[in-house]
């Protein structure tokens, strides 16, 4: 009886050779460098995290929404409001559904590859063969002197449109507001700690892509899953 207690302690862990006031002093220690597996260590399990949004949807996004408030700035003063407020109202849609898909984006590993989930609107799949290296930098918010200069110059254009009487660059302009603040709240409720950027650089580049690099934002946490899931199945293959 006793060398059966004996080996079910030796199977859950149990050293006789730690004292229990030792035993409770040791400590999980994490790798510095998580892409450096341990010889011998377990299975990497398949890693999944939707804490992540792709710098190419923000890229794209941003190219949208610029080229759509110069065309509305431009054209929309010479529209009548029964135009021009419908094309607002699609606009903004648009905006939001873009915003939406970028939300769902998410990342997962397994022995198939890294599966890009969301990137540019469609779901990418990179094999481990493909792959040159994975490195990661700390990510540049910007700063509160940047934030502040484009507030001022917002306010600056409102308020140029109010004296000269351009209410319709105001309408046009007005929408962006609650639907900015409605986008921060979600992402707010939904990302966290964004502050790490992770670039995986593939071997293969197609003719119609400018860079051969798959940027991820995501916080330090998974951003370091990241590199040890993709450095286990690159050496297992």
Same mark, same amino acid.
Request: with cysteine.
């Given at each position: 009886?006793?060398?059966?207690?004996?080996?079910i302690r030796k199977m859950m862990g149990w050293c006789p050779n730690v004292t229990p006031a030792k035993y409770n002093t040791i400590q999980h220690v994490d790798f510095v460098n998580p892409s450096q /597996?341990?010889?011998? *260590?377990?299975?990497? $399990?398949? +890693?999944?995290?939707?804490? &992540? =949004?792709?710098?190419? %949807?923000?890229?794209?996004?941003?190219?949208?929404?610029?080229?759509?408030?110069?065309?509305?700035?431009?054209?929309?003063?010479?529209?009548?409001?029964?135009?021009?407020?419908?094309?607002?109202?699609?606009?903004?849609?648009?905006?939001?559904?873009?915003?939406?898909?970028?939300?769902?984006?998410?990342?997962? /590993?397994?022995?198939? *590859?890294?599966?890009? $989930?969301? +990137?540019?609107?469609?779901? &990418? =799949?990179?094999?481990? %063969?493909?792959?040159?290296?994975?490195?990661?930098?700390?990510?540049?918010?910007?700063?509160?002197?940047?934030?502040?200069?484009?507030?001022?110059?917002?306010?600056?254009?409102?308020?140029?449109?109010?004296?000269?009487?351009?209410?319709?660059v105001i309408i046009s302009i007005a929408p962006a507001l609650p639907w900015y603040l409605l986008i921060k709240q979600r992402h707010d409720r939904e990302k966290h700690n964004l502050d790490i950027q992770?670039?995986?650089?593939?071997?293969?580049?197609?003719?119609?892509?400018?860079?051969?690099?798959?940027?991820?934002?995501?916080?330090?946490?998974?951003?370091?899953?990241?590199?040890?899931?993709?450095?286990?199945?690159?050496?297992?293959?």
């Amino acid at each position: 009886m006793t060398l059966l207690i004996e080996n079910i302690r030796k199977m859950m862990g149990w050293c006789p050779n730690v004292t229990p006031a030792k035993y409770n002093t040791i400590q999980h220690v994490d790798f510095v460098n998580p892409s450096q /597996i341990p010889s011998g *260590g377990s299975n990497v $399990e398949k +890693f999944e995290s939707k804490n &992540v =949004l792709f710098f190419a %949807n923000t890229s794209v996004f941003t190219f949208c929404l610029i080229i759509s408030l110069n065309l509305v700035l431009r054209f929309g003063r010479n529209l009548d409001y029964a135009v021009l407020i419908p094309i607002l109202m699609l606009m903004y849609s648009l905006f939001y559904f873009l915003e939406v898909k970028m939300f769902q984006a998410s990342i997962s /590993i397994d022995e198939n *590859g890294v599966h890009l $989930e969301s +990137f540019k609107l469609r779901d &990418v =799949l990179l094999n481990y %063969n493909d792959i040159k290296s994975v490195k990661t930098f700390k990510l540049n918010k910007p700063s509160i002197a940047l934030i502040a200069m484009a507030l001022i110059i917002i306010v600056a254009l409102l308020a140029y449109s109010v004296i000269s009487g351009e209410w319709k660059v105001i309408i046009s302009i007005a929408p962006a507001l609650p639907w900015y603040l409605l986008i921060k709240q979600r992402h707010d409720r939904e990302k966290h700690n964004l502050d790490i950027q992770l670039y995986i650089e593939s071997r293969k580049k197609k003719w119609y892509e400018l860079s051969p690099y798959y940027s991820v934002i995501t916080d330090q946490m998974t951003a370091s899953g990241i590199q040890a899931a993709i450095g286990h199945y690159r050496g297992v293959k």
